[in-house]
């Protein structure tokens, strides 16, 4: 609507000044020396206006020769960028559909022509990685950093994630040691060094760990408690692996306290002191946590460990009864306790009412063991075919049926 009513006012300009010079053309006479020359004033206002953009249309060409160098260089530059632009995409789009060698080729070609650079040599060792070709890989991220030296720590990170991915952890532990260095706080980085040192199967540097990545959110809730979970499970076991009691409390305090009220924990805690010789300490633990807890495997290693009163210990864990009367975890229990307390009858009942709860079979080898204590040979030796056949209804594959640790220091 605009450019209408500008076209409207020029046109309507131009009727006027036409009119205008037709009624009154004027004259005009340029005089010098012997010439002259004689025209309207309009023929002369026309001639100047032509002669002026004629002039202006010769200074821009001569202008524009002198910078054609320039503006070819520009040119050919936008055009390289544009090219670029396109392998880039290209190469993107064949490293997600898979095409590592295509990809590689064209991410290569784009990062040659100075087109982003960065992400182009970084493409390409991602796609160099999945051929396993690990040298063209290092070879791209040390043109990576090269071509953009302040951006060392992407190039470093993608250099460690490649290197943790191709298993290579000496070289991926160096990098991120020195990702670490250069940012202390990043969690990317954090992330990288708890995976690798999962992979390294490194428990003790990552427990270390632990509370930093806790700090920094460097990881989801959830993964951050599975993988605490799990490193304690493997400290607790390292620590009863040293042999060392003092140790093994260490570690143990170490613990979170909101880690150290689970059910799995404290059984490999208990069991650790057992096997250490502490089964007073661990019959402690055990009755501590079940004053406020209840988990049926706690409840079955509270039968394996010795306490220091093995009465006092039947007699809490014969309590329990109250609320918990037909689970077979706990007759088991009770069936242990008593058979080691040598009360042949009661530890009888209690584990022929576990079989009749649930069938296992470590409840028909403790009640083999005890039929054979007793002298009904052939009953025993009905439970022990029982316990064989339980065994490979459950899949277990062991035809054996271990002996009894019914009356012996048991392995928890």
Partial sequence: MRRLLLLLLVIAGATAVAVWAHRDPGYLLLARGAWSVEMSLTVAVVAALLAFVLGYLLVRLAANLVDAPGTLRHWRRRRRTLRGMELLRRGEIEFAEGHWPAAERHLERAARRGTHSLPAWIGAARAA????????????????????????LAVLLTRAELQLAHGQYEESLASLLHLRSLAPRHRYVLALLARLYRAQEAWRELAELLPELRRRQALTDDELVELERRT???????????????????????????????????????????????????????????????????????????????????????????????????????????????????????????????????????????????????????????????????????????QSPAGSKASA
């Fill in 129 to 152: 990685q999945r051929q396993h070709a690990h040298q063209r890989r290092d070879d791209y991220l040390n043109r990576a950093h090269r071509s953009e030296p302040d951006a060392d």
């Fill in 232 to 402: 304690w499970a493997h400290r607790l076991e390292q620590a009863e692996a040293g042999g060392r009691r003092e140790e093994l409390l260490e570690v143990w305090d170490a613990i979170p306290r909101q880690r150290r009220n689970e059910a799995a924990l404290i059984g490999r805690y208990a069991a650790a002191l057992h096997r250490l010789g502490s089964g007073g300490d661990a019959e402690v633990v055990l009755r501590r946590w079940l004053r406020h807890h209840w988990d049926p495997a706690v409840v079955r290693l509270y039968g394996l460990v010795h306490g220091a009163d093995p009465a006092d210990q039947l007699k809490t864990a014969e309590k329990w009864l109250h609320g918990h009367e037909g689970e077979a975890d706990l007759l088991l229990t009770l069936g242990r306790l008593s058979f080691r307390r040598e009360l042949w009858g009661k530890a009888r009942h209690y584990l022929e009412t576990s079989l009749a709860a649930e069938s296992r079979v470590e409840t028909h080898r403790e009640l083999a063991v005890l039929l054979e204590r007793l002298g009904e040979t052939e009953a025993a030796g009905d439970h022990w075919r029982r316990g064989v056949e339980a065994a490979l209804a459950a899949g277990s594959g062991d035809a054996t049926v271990p």
